[in-house]
């Protein structure tokens, strides 16, 4: 299953400055979409405008065909999945509370839970290897322990997209690599459309289909990982001078930056 996102003419700012304007993206649906560029770029008011969470000022999103803001709250969940930057939960919920809440879109009117959706949630909180802190309550955790649970409710929500604001953030790297591969996973056994902010080229040019190079509100490259991350457009989206070679595991790009030399 997978869903096809699109933006067309999209404006997103915040009060009078607009940090987004007249953007057209279409994104690649069953396939993994990293979103990349400096700080302050726009990557994540994109990313929060075509989940619905920001206002759009001019333009259109569309999931599927469909206006996304004609469908309801609870369409929309059933069809997006999201991971925002900053993600707030009751005071002493615990860990299996808050993954079985992704289940709420599946759930009928007066939201009786059901033995699917426990099989889910399990399944979810051991894929993202916190099934141990299922009685757990959120706030006893480390930062990179609650990013995997908010990522475990994402995927209880079994939508046919995900969308994911830094997703690595707070975790060491054995378990950004580990995130990322299950979220290749997911799209490889499900179609899951995939679309996540991230900050490390490198991560975006191992793990992404699709990568989308943002610059001052506005795209400046987009397609393969080869096509899009060379010397050029690095140098020209983040003002660094780097050195694209082939990674030696995957024969992909692999950013360098020069920098100074350091012993």
């Given at each position: 299953?997978?869903?096809?996102?699109?933006?067309?003419?999209?404006?997103?700012?915040?009060?009078?400055?607009?940090?987004?304007?007249?953007?057209?993206?279409?994104?690649?649906?069953?396939?993994?979409?990293?979103?990349?560029?400096?700080n302050a770029c726009g990557k994540s008011t994109l990313l929060r405008g075509l989940a619905r969470l920001h206002p759009l000022q001019g333009g259109?999103i569309t999931v599927d065909g469909e206006d996304a803001h004609a469908l309801s709250r609870r369409e929309l969940a059933r069809l997006i999945g999201?991971?925002?930057?900053?993600?707030?939960?009751?005071?002493?919920?615990?860990?299996?509370?808050?993954?079985?809440?992704?289940?709420?879109?599946?759930?009928?009117?007066?939201?009786?839970?059901?033995?699917?959706?426990?099989?889910?949630?399990?399944?979810?909180?051991?894929?993202?290897?916190?099934?141990?802190?299922?009685?757990?309550?959120?706030?006893?955790?480390?930062?990179?322990?609650?990013?995997?649970?908010?990522?475990?409710?994402?995927?209880?929500?079994?939508?046919?997209?995900?969308?994911?604001?830094?997703?690595?953030?707070?975790?060491?790297?054995?378990?950004?690599?580990?995130?990322?591969?299950?979220?290749?996973?997911?799209?490889?056994?499900?179609?899951?459309?995939?679309?996540?902010?991230?900050?490390?080229?490198?991560?975006?040019?191992?793990?992404?289909?699709?990568?989308?190079?943002m610059a001052a509100g506005r795209i400046v490259g987009q397609g393969a990982p080869a096509d899009v991350l060379t010397e050029e457009t690095v140098?020209?989206?983040?003002?660094?001078?780097?050195?694209?070679?082939?990674?030696?595991?995957?024969?992909?790009?692999?950013?360098?930056?020069?920098?100074?030399?350091?012993?």
């Amino acid at each position: 299953m997978s869903t096809a996102i699109t933006a067309e003419g999209v404006v997103l700012g915040y009060r009078a400055h607009p940090v987004i304007d007249g953007l057209d993206l279409a994104l690649p649906p069953g396939k993994v979409t990293a979103i990349v560029g400096p700080n302050a770029c726009g990557k994540s008011t994109l990313l929060r405008g075509l989940a619905r969470l920001h206002p759009l000022q001019g333009g259109r999103i569309t999931v599927d065909g469909e206006d996304a803001h004609a469908l309801s709250r609870r369409e929309l969940a059933r069809l997006i999945g999201v991971l925002p930057q900053a993600s707030v939960a009751p005071d002493g919920v615990r860990v299996a509370e808050l993954v079985a809440r992704g289940r709420y879109p599946h759930q009928g009117w007066f939201g009786r839970h059901t033995s699917t959706d426990d099989a889910v949630v399990l399944r979810s909180l051991e894929s993202t290897g916190v099934a141990d802190l299922a009685e757990r309550r959120l706030e006893e955790l480390s930062g990179g322990q609650r990013q995997r649970v908010w990522i475990a409710m994402v995927l209880a929500q079994e939508t046919s997209a995900v969308l994911l604001d830094e997703p690595t953030t707070y975790l060491d790297l054995t378990h950004q690599i580990e995130l990322l591969e299950l979220l290749v996973d997911l799209n490889e056994e499900r179609g899951t459309t995939v679309v996540m902010v991230l900050h490390e080229l490198n991560h975006a040019a191992r793990y992404a289909d699709h990568v989308v190079v943002m610059a001052a509100g506005r795209i400046v490259g987009q397609g393969a990982p080869a096509d899009v991350l060379t010397e050029e457009t690095v140098r020209d989206a983040f003002g660094l001078d780097a050195a694209v070679v082939a990674d030696p595991v995957t024969g992909g790009p692999l950013v360098v930056p020069r920098g100074r030399s350091r012993r």
